[in-house]
């Protein structure tokens, strides 16, 4: 492979507009379709998400894929079919294995775990969802507190299946291959990306400088192929997180 940085504009993404929600997708998606964009290593879908107070995703069905869920900003409920409900807020990791099958539902009330008053904040969340290494497992749910680790600064592990990353705070998922990192960067603060045969950066919140590349905005995103180790400075005073996964294999004739 030859190395590569594919720089992706947010303004560049589809996107759908709902009176409920505002949606942008790296990759096809539902009636977005482009069959030269539909996926990147082992990452399928990354949508950036954001759904009003007292609505959200009803009752839907998945099967045979790792969806891993990073909330920015509010806090979004889950429930499914093998009975797991939570709350999901900045700073928790969460994923879910769909594999045989599984319904579930993602929604901004939380009032309703809470047993609160009702409110008119938005959630912002990020989704993905990568393929396991293996159909037909059983489904199953995770989900782990990090934002001690994220404080720290630095690149910080969210999610993998990866046996490099076994003793780390972490939530697993179900490919060997695949690991989610994320950093919340200060002004000024900078970390360096792994090396992979595939990585795909993602610019949720703020601007971020890339090495030998230049300026990131909010909703960009880069997909590297047989590089990495470049640095990723956050410059204004806001601060700025990213996040990366790091791929070593890929889709095939998907």
Do not use: C
Request: charged letters at 20%; a negative charge.
């Amino acid at each position: 492979m030859q190395p590569t940085v594919d720089v992706r504009r947010g303004r560049e993404r589809f996107k759908t507009n709902l009176s409920w929600l505002d949606s942008k997708h790296s990759f096809s998606f539902s009636h977005h379709v482009d069959p030269q964009n539909t996926h990147h290593g082992l990452l399928l879908v990354s949508n950036d998400d954001i759904v009003t107070a007292g609505t959200g995703f009803e009752t839907h069905p998945h099967q045979d894929m790792e969806i891993v869920t990073w909330v920015l900003q509010g806090s979004l409920v889950h429930q499914d079919s093998t009975g797991h409900s939570g709350l999901i807020y900045p700073g928790l990791a969460q994923r879910m294995s769909a594999g045989t099958g599984i319904l579930h539902s993602e929604k901004n009330d939380s009032w309703r775990l809470e047993g609160g008053s009702t409110h008119s904040d938005p959630v912002h969340f990020v989704q993905m969802w990568i393929v396991p290494d293996e159909a037909g497992i059983p489904p199953g749910y995770e989900q782990l507190e990090i934002d001690d680790e994220l404080l720290r600064g630095g690149l910080t592990t969210v999610a993998s299946g990866m046996d490099k990353h076994s003793g780390t705070t972490a939530i697993r998922i179900r490919n060997k291959y695949a690991a989610l990192h994320a950093a919340r960067l200060s002004a000024g603060g900078s970390v360096a990306l792994p090396e992979a045969p595939f990585l795909h950066l993602y610019v949720p919140r703020g601007n971020v400088v890339l090495e030998g590349t230049g300026e990131l905005q909010e909703g960009d995103a880069v997909r590297f192929t047989a590089t990495g180790g470049q640095r990723i400075t956050a410059e204004q005073p806001a601060g700025a997180e990213i996040l990366v996964w790091e791929m070593h294999a890929t889709v095939r004739g998907w």
